[in-house]
């Protein structure tokens, strides 16, 4: 059985896809369960509180489909002129992540943590490092220390009440 080839060599369906232009938001603007953020922030503080060496003795890696490597975790104060925010950085993440530098967050998400939020980038998102920003760093206006569950119950508790008094 024979291939035929077509003649036809010009391929207009393979198009370049066009990439579309990032949206860079504040830290203000950020709601809970929300995806595909784009950031500049400055790092205020950061501290690492987890850091597993997953190579340990008796620990058989030769049943594993993959190798493992350590795994570290930090907890980063970031933040914009409008607000901060804890961002969780992983990995390769955590060393980028030194007090003072000016970090652009690509794809970034919202996870809600023991009911607050907490920003991240996952393997789909990007962390760069980029050229100082100008801007001051408001922290007083913390949106991780905001605790949402005790938000939802005091609207879910105010809406009761005002069904309970016919309102």
Do not use: Y
């Not at 907890?75 to 992540?97: H, K, P, W």
């Amino acid at each position: 059985m024979a291939t035929v080839a077509t003649g036809n060599t010009n391929n207009t369906n393979s198009t370049a896809v066009a990439k579309r232009k990032p949206v860079f938001i504040k830290v203000d603007q950020l709601k809970p369960g929300t995806s595909g953020h784009t950031l500049t922030v400055k790092v205020v503080s950061s501290k690492t509180v987890k850091a597993t060496n997953n190579n340990k003795p008796g620990r058989s890696t030769m049943l594993l489909s993959r190798p493992l490597h350590p795994t570290r975790i930090a907890e980063c104060l970031v933040g914009d002129e409008s607000a901060t925010i804890v961002f969780t950085a992983r990995n390769d993440q955590v060393d980028m992540m030194t007090p003072g530098a000016t970090v652009i967050l690509r794809n970034a998400r919202i996870d809600m943590f023991k009911g607050s939020m907490r920003l991240a980038v996952d393997k789909w998102g990007r962390v760069e490092v980029t050229e100082p920003a100008t801007f001051e760093v408001k922290e007083d206006n913390n949106l991780s220390l905001l605790n949402l569950w005790m938000v939802q119950d005091i609207v879910k508790d105010s809406k009761q009440l005002k069904s309970s008094l016919g309102g």
